[in-house]
């Protein structure tokens, strides 16, 4: 069996038990998992206690990159790996993984992530985006962020074309009340940076990200499933300066 890899991948998780095991099933050979969860009332923590190398402990939810810097600070490899739980690490971006830490010339990997819905990969063009999952923990920190958090390293990033595979197995009662929580954490971000909204903001910017989706970006290409994923970005863009315009209301008083 060969040696563990020198890695401690660390996720943060809430309701997962329909992701976490399939996620977990790809991590064995890494030296520990650490999973920081906000309070499931399913049986995602019973599933992760199950394999050998992980650890688990409660968290209060202090944001995603709050509790993410949390589990970060868990981890006892100067490597450190981060990945949501609906994420699945393939054959190819674990051995890149093994190269990069026992090559030790770079602080980070930027890797690509592959999206899936319900198993099938969508038509539009943009279902592959670029991250960073792989670091030194003394290279990178999380900015203070509630929402679409990501890391900020500082060193020498390689790059490869090996890839995370997510499965985004949302309904779409789901991914609404998705996109309404985060355009809520993510209207406070911009209050707390001072940022203001206009009325011609509120008029246009429903229609202006619908045709940048669902034209610009292809969701039209996917059928009804393109069209409600341009809606559904259209919602949150518009409640986010809506909640922001609400938020400056509510100072004025």
């Given amino acids: 069996m060969p040696d563990k890899i020198p890695v401690s991948v660390y996720m943060i998780t809430l309701n997962e038990e329909a992701n976490i095991g399939a996620a977990l099933e790809r991590m064995t050979e890494f030296d520990e998992v650490i999973v920081v969860d906000s309070g499931s009332r399913d049986r995602t923590v019973e599933i992760a ?3 050998p ?5 409660f968290h209060s939810w202090e944001g995603f990159a709050a ?3 949390h589990a970060m600070s868990l981890c006892r490899n100067e490597w450190v790996l981060n990945i949501d739980a609906d994420e699945i690490l393939t054959d190819a971006f674990i051995e890149e993984v093994r190269k990069t830490v026992a090559a030790d010339e770079v602080d980070a ?5 592959t999206l899936y819905r319900w198993g099938k990969r969508p038509r539009h063009p943009g279902g592959t985006d670029r991250l960073v999952r792989l670091f030194r923990k003394s290279a990178g920190h999380y900015p203070e962020r509630r929402v679409h958090e990501s890391i900020s390293i500082k060193g020498k990033i390689a790059r490869t074309e090996a890839t995370i595979l997510h499965h985004e197995n949302l309904t779409y009662t789901e991914r609404v009340a998705k996109a309404n929580r985060y355009s809520e954490a993510r209207a406070e971000d911009k209050f707390d940076a001072g940022d203001t909204v206009s009325l011609w903001t509120l008029l246009f910017i429903f229609p202006l990200t619908f045709h940048q989706h669902y034209f610009l970006k292809g969701h039209i290409l996917d059928g009804v499933d393109g069209l409600l994923t341009s809606m559904n970005a ?6 986010k300066y809506a ?3 609400e938020l400056h209301r509510q100072r004025r008083r």
């Fill in 49 to 51: 206690d199950g394999y």
């Fill in 53 to 57: 190398n992980v650890r688990t402990s």
């Fill in 67 to 69: 509790q993410k810097a």
């Fill in 109 to 113: 990997l930027e890797s690509t992530r």
């Fill in 234 to 239: 259209a919602f949150y863009a518009f409640m």
């Fill in 243 to 245: 909640k922001l315009w």
